[in-house]
Structures are given as structure tokens and as C-alpha cells.
């Protein structure tokens, strides 16, 4: 049995069904399907607002460098040695060993894009990432509705570290199970960003606008600092391309 659902019956107490993606490994924490207030009011791109989304499963952690070595090697895709913002933990084409269970970091939404496909799988929908970052309540935060340094990986905490293992900060969890959707690393989703999308969008399982030249990253990081970074309805955008250090992705499928 993985590794990760194990520390997820154990730790994180997950309360929901797990199942394990038999391609690459990944354990996916099931969201059931229902209406949800989405955006918290907190920003000018993200009013409260009611939406509805099929049940699901998403990723409890993010994918790991230990996973996307599996895909480099079967598919001579690129490896993320290269970094439009920061030091790549990849060198020379390897991974050091001791951050293979910490979040692949320095891929693009392309790069994303095409390890979900590899999988079998898919980048959440906005909707998606904050139904299962928020939890079951709503919650500002994954684990309540008041900021908390010690309950994720940040700027602040970090000390001479960047990322850490994707089971760290088990006191973070969403009430789904996910581990780290605040914290550690950014995470691309699926949408394109629109400042104005929750205003006119899809009422029914949203999947952002048609075109765009920005892709929304959600979550905060280990570089940042500002409590309101790490609210699960915050929303931040870059163009698909781009290769950040502090950039991951957890991945999802629909439930059937």
C-alpha cells in the first residue's frame, strides 16, 4: 500500500474515501459532489458566490520529484532543471535524493498539462482546488478561519529550507484530507484567469473562461508571507510557460 495513504489514515485523518492512481502512484482524496459558496469576499477577483461541482477526486499532495523522475524517464519529457525564478533543486538532469518526496517545483502548467495526461489524470478546476482547500465549512484557511505560520511551509518557517516532504504540516489539513493546500508550493490550476470570470461564469461545474493569456496558480509557497497568500480563495495568475521554484500542482479526475 502507498506510503501516503497510510499517513493519511494515520495522520491526517483522512475522514473521506482514498484511492490510489494505479500510473503514477498518486492518492486522490474524494470531494463529494454539491453547491458550495466559493470566493471569500476578501479581493476584488473573488466575490462570494454559489456554485455547484460533480463530485471529484483530487490529489492529497501535491506531485513529488520522486513521480515526475517516473515520467521523465518513460517519456523523455524535459526535467525541471531550469528556473525563471529561483535555484532548481534539479541538477544535471537527477533529483538529489533527499527531496524526492518533496513537490516537483519549476515545471510550467504545460509541463503540468502533460505529466496529467501521462497519468491519466488532470489540473483541478479553480472551483475544484478551493471546494477541497476549503472544506466542508468554508474555511478562510484549510484548517480554520485564523492564520496560522506554524501550520505551513512560508517564508517565515522555512528557515535555510525552501520545500519540504509533501506529508509535512500534518496540523494544515482541509477537512477533505488534502495535505498542503496552503503552503510549500504554489499549484497551477486548470482555468484561465479572468479578473472578472465569478461575475459571469458558469454557475455548474466553472471551468473558467474560454481563452486567456494567464493560467490561475493557487495556494501560497515557501517564499511567501502574507497571510492573505494562503487563503483558500485567493487567486494569482502567470503566463503557462512560466518555470517558478515555487511552482507545483496536485493533480484530479472526475468520480466516475
Not at 482524496?29 to 469576499?41: R, S, T
Not at 492529497?60 to 515520467?71: A, D, E, I
Not at 461564469?201 to 496558480?217: A, C, L
Request: glycine share 16%.
Amino acid at each position: 500500500m502507498s506510503i501516503l495513504v497510510e499517513i493519511a489514515k494515520n495522520r491526517y485523518r483522512a475522514e473521506h474515501a482514498l484511492a490510489v492512481n494505479r500510473k503514477d502512484g498518486s492518492v486522490l482524496a474524494y470531494v463529494p459532489g454539491g453547491e458550495f459558496e466559493m470566493g471569500d469576499g476578501k479581493g476584488d477577483d473573488c466575490p462570494k458566490h454559489r456554485v455547484e461541482v460533480d463530485g471529484y477526486w483530487i490529489g492529497l499532495s501535491c506531485v513529488t520529484n520522486r513521480q515526475y523522475g517516473r515520467f521523465v524517464a518513460e517519456t523523455k519529457h524535459r526535467v525541471p532543471d531550469k528556473a525563471d525564478y529561483g535555484t532548481p533543486v534539479w541538477q544535471n538532469g537527477r533529483c538529489p535524493e533527499e527531496k524526492l518526496d518533496h513537490p516537483v517545483g519549476c515545471v510550467s502548467w504545460e509541463d503540468a498539462v502533460a505529466y496529467g495526461k501521462w497519468a491519466g489524470l488532470r489540473l483541478p478546476t479553480e472551483a475544484e482546488w478551493e471546494k477541497a482547500a476549503r472544506g466542508v465549512k468554508g474555511l478562510i484557511y484549510p484548517w480554520g478561519n485564523e492564520w496560522d505560520e506554524k501550520r505551513c511551509r512560508n517564508a517565515n518557517n522555512r528557515g535555510s529550507e525552501e520545500t519540504t516532504v509533501v506529508w509535512g504540516y500534518p496540523g494544515g489539513v482541509s477537512g477533505y484530507g488534502t495535505a498542503q493546500q496552503s503552503g510549500n508550493v504554489w499549484e497551477w490550476c486548470a482555468d484561465w484567469y479572468d479578473e472578472g470570470y465569478y461575475g459571469k461564469g458558469e454557475v455548474k461545474n466553472p471551468s473558467g473562461p474560454g481563452t486567456g493569456s494567464d493560467r490561475v496558480y493557487r495556494g501560497g509557497s515557501w517564499g511567501s508571507d502574507g497571510a492573505s497568500n494562503f487563503r483558500g480563495a485567493t487567486r494569482f495568475r502567470f503566463v503557462p510557460s512560466y518555470r517558478g521554484g515555487i511552482q507545483g500542482f496536485r493533480l484530479a479526475r472526475g468520480a466516475a
